[in-house]
């Protein structure tokens, strides 16, 4: 084997170990926002996927885990199967996801082992713009995030999603803007794991499998997420962080609401979709967490669904 081959293999051994571990701090959500420099952007947005682990979960029940294929990922999730045959590149074979911002200050990265020298020689066979250093390599299709329809990755990926990527040992990012590749290929010392709130939300979030942490919407930030240690062991997990409210009162608010209240959306009780729920105040800054056990044969992910949906005002009185 040669030299460079062998220096590649042991750079992606490293690069994916760290991405997978938290440094004894806490869980792998919190080693991937370790990873990810803090902005005002990247605070408003988080999505996160264990994808190794959920790979093996929908191995042992498709229908359960099938909603969280991708988790983490944006919208490479949408197209992983073109992704995979026409850049050589499968991202469900990877081992986690992240992805941070709000457009177009976004960025992700998928951490994991894939042949990077067939990636890159896709994209110079599309004839997209170079630009290479000692840790990777970077194609620009555009660099300032104008939309292009005439990309030519437009059909891999739609129109924006890869127009700037960087291939290196262990790991794939991607970004509409091509300074924006930074807030994963280089995070600096000062990164989302070391937001007070966001690294409360981690820790309330616990181990899991897939997660969306949001400050979009107000001053609250909210994160919710599914734990699966096993296929048949689920728990969603519902968390807010009180801006300036009294965390003992939407901890009221939000039990009352679970024993009698409804999803303004469907209109059922939220003693259905949320069942065997328990509510308490933990963590410094405090966090209101909401633990719900959902029935054997109910789909996981639940919480993270009536996030993307704003469903969830009501329950946690959000303003």
């Given at each position: ?247 003992a009162a939407l901890r009221d608010h939000a039990r009352s609401e ?44 639940r919480s993270i669904q009536m996030l993307l949906a704003a469903d969830l005002d009501a329950l946690l009185d959000l303003?």
């Amino acid at each position: 084997m040669r030299r460079s081959k062998i220096i590649a293999i042991l750079s992606a051994v490293v690069v994916v170990a760290g991405a997978c571990s938290s440094g004894g701090s806490g869980s792998a959500l919190l080693g991937a926002l370790g990873k990810v420099r803090a902005t005002d952007s990247t605070r408003q947005w988080i999505e996160y996927g264990d994808l190794a682990a959920l790979r093996s979960l929908r191995d042992a029940n498709r229908d359960r885990f099938l909603s969280l294929t991708g988790s983490g990922m944006s919208n490479i999730a949408r197209y992983d199967k073109t992704v995979a045959e026409n850049l050589a590149f499968d991202p469900l074979s990877m081992r986690t996801a992240v992805t941070a911002g709000a457009p177009p200050n976004w960025s992700g990265i998928i951490w994991g082992f894939y042949d990077v020298a067939a990636v890159n020689d896709k994209f110079a066979a599309l004839g997209i713009e170079r630009t290479g250093d000692l840790g990777g390599t970077t194609w620009s299709a555009s660099p300032d995030g104008t939309i292009r329809i005439d990309s030519p990755l437009v059909e891999t990926a739609g129109p924006a999603t890869l127009n700037n990527v960087r291939t290196a040992p262990g790991s794939f990012a991607f970004s509409p803007k091509r300074d924006t590749l930074a807030l994963v290929t280089d995070p600096g010392s000062d990164t989302l794991a070391d937001d007070p709130t966001i690294r409360s939300m981690a820790h309330c979030l616990g181990d899991v499998v897939a997660a969306v942490i949001s400050r979009a919407r107000g001053p609250e930030t909210l994160a919710v997420g599914v734990r699966a240690p096993s296929a048949t062991d689920v728990t969603e997990v519902i968390c807010v962080a009180p801006a300036t409210r009294d965390p003992a009162a939407l901890r009221d608010h939000a039990r009352s609401e679970l024993q009698t209240g409804r999803s303004a959306l469907s209109g059922r009780p939220w003693s259905e979709l949320l069942p065997d729920a328990t509510v308490q105040v933990t963590g410094l800054p405090p966090a209101v967490q909401i633990l719900a056990k959902p029935a054997p044969d109910a789909p996981a992910g639940r919480s993270i669904q009536m996030l993307l949906a704003a469903d969830l005002d009501a329950l946690l009185d959000l303003r």
